[in-house]
């Protein structure tokens, strides 16, 4: 493996580069993409209303991921939605000379998809620029070869044609590494000339004894000191260090393994073998219901069979290769297990770096995790060097003191963190987002998951949650560890009391209520209570990897056993589905009688799998004019369908499931053990 990537050449890129072609404004204002589309050039102007919050779900739709090579470059911006429509389609963008692109705040945000930015390039963009970007999207671009900038005096510069120092391109803080990445197209051409000593990952200098966060401590002892020596471990790390970390599990579905793969067989060669299989897995959880749902027009675009390539693919890759692969279930459609919640069951441990093909790898947090997600380059060269590259990300802590009320959950607080002017002005975009305080002492592992897992929506790098003893019990009853041993690897990891946090966000648990996320953002919450009338609803939905644990099934079957109890079940005026998050919650809800309660409330069930949450899935909405409730943690425009969605906890999903409109569940009484 190593050997092949030796023999490659590699090359830096001139100091200057110059465009040719087009700007693209992705605007509010739908008639002005029109007018650009057909021709025109827009002068730039600050007072064009450039579209804020532009997601990679928007760029590209779950089912444009169905492909994963330059076929992609037909389909970028198809589910832009602005003005109420969606002004841009199949083959807009791509023969028509656009190199750059423009939007407003937030741009990237959501998904980590690769396919995102690699289908901009596919089209011919070569620079996007906007106010902020999103960390993942933005390191996908550089790790492949595209450039980004927040500078919009370069827009007329691009215009010109004018030869621009590649510098203009590199943010000022940039890190050695961003730059040597940028300037040598990509990242796996850095990896190239990493290893052959072209570039020198710069040592960092922060002095030992310096108090950290726990984030920090898992960081400095995974710090990659020498590859080739394989010396890892630094006495202390600190905010803006920049390096690479050596991890310990890497992770991937079927969205991202054919791509990764395809990368892998052109840059290495199809019989290289990939560094510490063991410690790598595959799963197939994203499409597993596909068939159920997809379009006959999409059938006959020949999506369904690029679906089933994807997983063909990782299939083969994965046998070739030795790769644990957690596929479909062999008896019924679905999945073995939606990949975070396997993760966080049977593989992450306390003090590990985690990294997966998914924004919500945070999810694995909850254990005591650095746990995050990285673009589809990335995982490539974490196969072969077993680490990922990254620099040390500011701390945000989020302090939620006080005792909850009983029908509020880790969903509600998490709502009540998006909807924080801090978090809704971009300012904890590529954060490390710990949670502290005494109400999250006391959640269990499985809400704590929930927190850390919707890091993703707050933008942040990753959520962790200290380990404590709550976390020796549950992997002494989950996994069968000893306590004492997991004390011992848990020791020291806890923040120092005067570590740096770049800012503490102060939640008083008690005065929380139940929430919702309104449609079009999870940063549109609102306590229900303050909804302007009622919400009648045509689908409730309960699952995905931030609802669909043991500890939702708990809370999902307290709600469903008082209704019962009173003579009711879920209203006929809607559709609820509910989703086990593995086989594993499966055969435990069946042991304690969930699995049968559920169905006799009215509930279809369905196995394993994500589904509805990526509009792939029983539970989509099927028309802009049907309104859900769903525990999913986005409801992006498209995300589950074409209709409204509106985001809350599985108290709030069940309860109104039962009452045929949005309402908070008030407790009377626990589901008996």
């Not at 197209?185 to 726990?214: E, F, N, S």
């Not at 006080?402 to 954060?431: C, F, Q, S, W």
Request: aromatic share 8%; proline share 6%; charged share 25%.
């Amino acid at each position: 493996m190593l050997e092949q990537l030796y023999s490659r050449d590699v090359h830096k890129r001139p100091p200057t580069v110059r465009f040719q072609g087009r700007i693209l404004f992705l605007t509010e204002d739908p008639e002005l993409i029109r007018r650009q589309l057909e021709g025109e050039d827009l002068a730039w102007d600050p007072s064009i209303p450039l579209r804020d919050d532009i997601s990679t779900d928007e760029i590209t739709p779950g089912w444009v991921c169905y492909y994963y090579d330059e076929k992609l470059g037909e389909y970028p911006y198809v589910g832009l939605e602005t003005g109420g429509q969606r002004p841009i389609g199949h083959k807009d963008i791509i023969g028509q000379g656009f190199v750059a692109a423009v939007s407003g705040k937030r741009r990237g945000k959501g998904s980590s998809r690769e396919a995102a930015p690699y289908a901009e390039r596919a089209a011919g963009i070569r620079v996007v620029i906007a106010e902020n970007i999103e960390r993942i999207y933005r390191e996908n671009c550089e790790n492949l070869g595209m450039l980004a900038s927040t500078d919009f005096s370069l827009i007329d510069r691009i215009r010109r044609g004018e030869e621009i120092p590649l510098e203009a391109f590199i943010d000022p803080e940039a890190g050695r590494i961003e730059r040597d990445v940028i300037e040598y197209g990509g990242l796996l051409d850095y990896a190239v000339a990493r290893l052959k000593g072209l570039v020198q990952v710069p040592a960092i200098d922060t002095k030992p004894g310096r108090p950290m966060t726990v984030a920090e401590k898992i960081l400095a002892r995974h710090w990659v000191v020498d590859l080739k020596e394989d010396e890892v471990g630094v006495p202390a790390v600190k905010a803006g260090d920049t390096g690479f970390v050596r991890t310990d599990l890497r992770f991937s579905h079927e969205y991202v393994t054919p791509m990764a793969s395809s990368f892998w067989d052109d840059f290495v060669g199809p019989d290289a073998g990939l560094n510490d299989p063991d410690s790598i897995k595959f799963f197939r959880d994203h499409l597993a219901f596909l068939d159920q749902v997809i379009t006959e027009e999409r059938k006959k675009a020949g999506l369904l069979d690029a679906a089933h390539a994807l997983h063909d693919r990782q299939r083969e890759f994965a046998r070739r290769k030795g790769v644990r692969l957690h596929g479909e279930l062999a008896d019924r459609t679905g999945s073995e297990t939606i990949c975070h919640i396997m993760v966080q069951d049977r593989y992450a441990l306390p003090g590990q770096v985690v990294v997966g093909s998914d924004s919500h790898t945070p999810h694995s947090g909850c254990l005591g995790c650095v746990a995050f997600g990285v673009g589809t380059t990335a995982i490539v060269n974490s196969w072969a060097t077993k680490d990922v590259r990254l620099e040390v990300p500011p701390s945000v802590r989020v302090r939620i003191t006080g005792e909850k009320p009983e029908n509020v959950t880790a969903k509600d607080m998490i709502l009540e963190v998006l909807r924080h002017p801090y978090v809704r002005d971009g300012k904890a975009i590529g954060k490390i987002i710990e949670y502290t305080g005494e109400a999250i002492e006391a959640l269990g592992i499985d809400e704590r998951a929930t927190l850390t897992n919707m890091a993703a929506e707050v933008g942040g790098f990753t959520g962790i949650v200290a380990p404590d003893e709550t976390t020796v019990g549950w992997l002494a009853e989950r996994r069968g560890l000893d306590p004492d041993e997991v004390r011992a690897v848990i020791d020291g990891l806890q923040s120092d009391g005067d570590a740096e946090y770049e800012w503490t966000m102060e939640i008083d648990a008690s005065e929380l209520r139940p929430m919702v996320a309104t449609p079009g953002d999870p940063g549109n919450g609102i306590p229900i209570d303050e909804l302007e009338g009622p919400v009648t609803l045509d689908i409730a939905f309960a699952g995905a990897c931030t609802a669909a644990k043991r500890e939702d099934m708990t809370m999902y079957a307290r709600v469903l056993r008082e209704a019962l109890d009173d003579g009711r079940g879920v209203s006929s005026d809607l559709r609820c589905y509910l989703h086990y998050g593995s086989v594993d919650v499966e055969a435990w809800a069946r042991e304690r009688g969930y699995d049968e309660l559920f169905r006799e409330a009215g509930i279809q069930v369905m196995p394993p799998g994500c589904g509805a949450c990526i509009n792939a899935g029983p539970g989509v909405s099927t028309s802009p004019d049907q309104v859900s409730i769903s525990s999913i943690n986005r409801n992006f425009p498209g995300r589950s369908g074409p209709g409204k969605v509106y985001l809350a906890s599985p108290y709030t999903v069940m309860a109104s499931a039962v009452a045929g409109r949005i309402t908070a569940w008030q407790p009377r009484a626990a589901v008996p053990a």
